[in-house]
């Protein structure tokens, strides 16, 4: 016991569990504070969006994919989601889907009458470390770090309730950009 408890000590101190002060999971989130890479990703309708187009907003960014249950069974309240944050500045939902074409995700979506924009975000699994779907991400592009970038502040994979999201989302506003 007394071995764990050092083993524990030196990893804390060596910054490699994090602190005290700074968690490493809320409420099944991963707590991170790494640069968002910059991109570009189109959209079902054909336009582009790139990162710099959400700054000064919290983004909820929700990776899906149609073969996907978990992914389909949380489209609906995301959807609900998405239309309760229509006007708002300081909060956005990101809908990216990953490994289908255009063709099937405009079936799926015809099928489940959801309507939200849909970007497709093959090119993020790499940069952004995903391995599982559903995934979401929640970046702070209110402010750039000192190297220039934004930044990811939290990360979980699977099934995710939006009253979950919304938590991350309130705490992450009450904090000093």
């Known amino acids: 016991m007394r071995l764990v408890f050092f083993a524990l000590t030196l990893l ?3 910054g490699l569990l994090g602190s005290a002060a700074e968690p490493l999971e809320v409420d099944g989130w991963e707590v991170l504070h790494v ?3 910059p991109f570009e990703v189109g959209s079902l309708a054909g336009e582009r969006l790139r990162l710099a187009d959400l700054a000064g907003r919290v983004v909820v960014a929700d990776f899906w994919a149609s073969w996907c249950a978990p992914c389909v069974h949380e489209l609906p309240e995301l959807a ?5 944050l229509k006007g708002r500045t300081d909060v956005a939902l990101l809908s990216l889907n990953v490994g289908e074409d255009r063709a099937t995700v405009l079936a799926f979506l015809k099928k489940t009458a959801l309507d939200f924009p849909v970007y497709f ?9 995903l391995s599982g779907f559903p995934t979401k991400l929640i970046l702070d592009l209110r402010k750039r770090a000192p190297d220039g970038s934004f930044v990811i502040r939290y990360r979980r994979e699977g099934l995710t309730t939006v009253a979950s999201i919304e938590g991350r989302v309130a705490a992450l506003l009450a904090e000093e950009p």
């Open 121 to 129: 975000g093959d090119g993020l699994i790499e940069p952004y470390g």
């Open 35 to 37: 640069p968002a890479p």
């Open 12 to 14: 804390v101190s060596a």
């Open 80 to 84: 609900a989601y998405h239309r309760r």
